[in-house]
DNA sequence: CGGTTACTTGATGCATATCAAAGAGGGTGG
DNA sequence: CCACCCTCTTTGATATGCATCAAGTAACCG
């Protein structure tokens, strides 16, 4: 498992430190921590902060490295991954604007996954210790971090109850239903979706096979529930449908 | 689904405010968020909290309940669990003494899951808004707690890896290497590991149905990985052998 | 425009689910 | 204290959803 050297190839984002206003500015501010503070701390915030871009398909960093980074995405999508030693792969989440990237509890020096960028992607990236730091000074920023935490942990929990327990016609329907839930939480429209993954990744996160997605998709296509579109999107013909497949009704 | 009064048919037992001491000399006290406070916020945390009972099988709460409640297990065993209209059924964690139960991110006034308990379980129960005025105030609970909640988050990715993509032999495998780990973590022996969940929630657990898990064991057993004692509880005869077969070496 | 990679579709196989029934405890009332 | 019953567990026989193996097709990139 090669780790590719993040940025390696592309001139350095100079620090937000040197532009103190721009986390004041920035797009994703109302859907993240960042929300949280007031513009005094933002410029705390800038302090420990720097901007940075990644290529497509760029390993961010891999299960075991010094965790020594977190990120805050602010553009693209990233996939977060374990995988066995004969190289099945588990996708763990994927991750767009304004989601949090890197969270390790305290005493967990390395990260518990790897993380790939899918498309390209602008993320914040601040430094652990600077930011430990400064959440042990600003506690309204580890309250709003506490609360991203809680709420993975129920995605997650939806997560876990597809795997277990939901055949791939409903895992599907379970997956674009979410992508559609998240993107409106972003404040893009719901319903024709952006599906920047590839076949491959989607079959990992659902634990399924490529053969299997692409089957399913088609299956769902045919019902007249979703249809492809240009650009990779799926648009969800019957909203309601979808989600009672998702629940297996 | 039909909601059990808890601790409906016992004698309610004192609230520990009545006696300051209690949270000082408490047994997990080490294992959990307590060890983060002096004794005298102790007597703080004490305050909000009263000790609870539960007998076996009762439910503690179920998914969409108000949360209202945050409880650490103190003794016993606990499963939390989603189910699909149809009745299928995924458990998404159990919980032993010293764990946390009923973590939900603010702005969610509802459990995202069902808990109820496999053992009698003592446990402490916080009131959540009160427990939340005393987060605001000390500042490494909540620390304590967002470590709680990360740990959580690690843990769980292992899990939708098992669920994903490892054969019921690797998951069975990762289940008692995992219990064993868990019994070391709170100082019980690693190695007769106590087993007082029923095959049914093992296989819920697991993604597996009870018959495959009855098999799978059985197959350990004949290698000689593991061995079945009296009272519910499993030798592991070669460690090293089950860490290579839950990872599919 | 050629080559490569990603996606789709088809044929077959297998791990695990489902269906079925026989032990094994474990608690309760006679 | 024993016998019965109920539930849990194990074992067996069969079925099936998805994986695997195998092409063909489309999209993409240089």
Redesign the pocket.
């Known amino acids: 498992m090669v780790r590719i050297e993040a940025v390696s190839s592309q001139p350095r984002t100079p620090s937000c430190s040197g532009d103190p206003e721009h986390c004041e500015r920035c797009a994703v501010r109302p859907l993240t921590i960042c929300a949280a503070l007031r513009d005094h701390e933002l410029h705390l915030l800038s302090r420990v902060m720097t901007k940075r871009k990644f290529a497509a398909a760029e390993v961010m960093f891999d299960e075991g490295d010094a965790a020594d980074s977190v990120y805050n995405i602010t553009s693209g999508a990233v996939k977060t991954y374990k995988l066995l030693p004969d190289g099945r792969r588990q996708i763990t989440g994927f991750l767009f604007e304004g989601d949090f990237l890197g969270l390790t509890g305290p005493g967990r020096p390395s990260f518990a996954f790897s993380a790939e960028t899918v498309t390209a992607v602008e993320a914040c990236r601040f430094d652990r210790r600077r930011l430990d730091d400064l959440l042990s000074r600003h506690h309204e920023l580890e309250h709003r971090l506490l609360g991203v935490a809680s709420n993975e942990l129920a995605t997650v929990q939806d997560q876990m109850l597809l795997l277990g327990r939901k ?3 409903e895992r599907l329907a379970s997956f674009f239903l979410q992508l559609s839930r998240r993107a409106a939480g972003r404040g893009e429209p719901e319903d024709p979706i952006a599906l920047p993954m ?3 990744d989607i079959a990992d996160y659902l ?6 997605v ?2 399913t ?2 299956q769902l296509k045919t019902t007249g529930v979703i249809s ?1 579109m240009p650009e990779n999107r799926v648009s969800i013909s019957d909203m309601a449908a979808l989600a009672e497949l998702a629940d297996g009704f």
Chains 1, 2 share one sequence.
């Open positions: 055949t791939a016609k590839s076949r491959s634990g399924l096979t490529t053969e299997t692409s089957r998709i088609t492809l």
